[in-house]
């Protein structure tokens, strides 16, 4: 069943709006060219959009006078799941997506570096790392009050979400990777690295190193060498898409 919402005013459905599939954006706001329409003076022309990563649903306010709201919270950009309701003044959508039920599975498993392998690696990157070839700026993820996790939006991964708390955390099909994905197709099937990057978190920021230069990327760009992270960028790993989230530390 595709996912729709309910559009609401002071808790009266007004009409059930469906999501096709292959829908990756939608405008709502109080203009005619919004893919949902509110006419109402409260609402602003452009009020917040919702786009879709993989089949994981986000809602983002657009800078409206009288904000974007999910539970009781004023909201810049929140991730959306079955049965959330975005409260836009008086109006409301409430989300529903019984196919996101269906697509849990089973509870994280933990995965445990052996010694041999984490020394092996910690030496393979100390070889392979360099430094940034230009001053890095501050990044949109404050290291002091926040924890950064990176929430699973398409592939394969035994996990969806991995929170990035150890000052390495690496990336890789085998069990000495803390992120494990799915190789993929195309040139890297069957080929694909055992470790493929590593994410190093430094007091600058989250530094994405590529050990298999070219092979992840981030924001479908290849990584040579190494990035700076920020906030909602998409790392891609095979067939594997993560976004960079954080949170705060409660």
Known sequence: MPPKFLLKFNAAVIKEIPIPESVKLLTIGRKPDNDIVIDNPAISGHHCKVTKFGNVYFVEDLGSTNGTYIKGKKIIKAEIHHNDQIDLAKHSLQFFYEEELKEQGPADKTVVLNS????????RYAQSAQPASSPLPIPDIPSTDKTAYLKVVDGVVDKTEIDITTIVTYIGTTDAAAIKYKPGSGIFAGGAPEIAGLINKRPEGYILKALKSGFPKVNSQPVK???????WDVIEVGKTKLILLSKDRT
């Open 116 to 123: 041999e392998a984490q020394k092996e690696i910690l030496e």
């Open 225 to 231: 060498d190494q990035i700076l992270l920020k906030e």
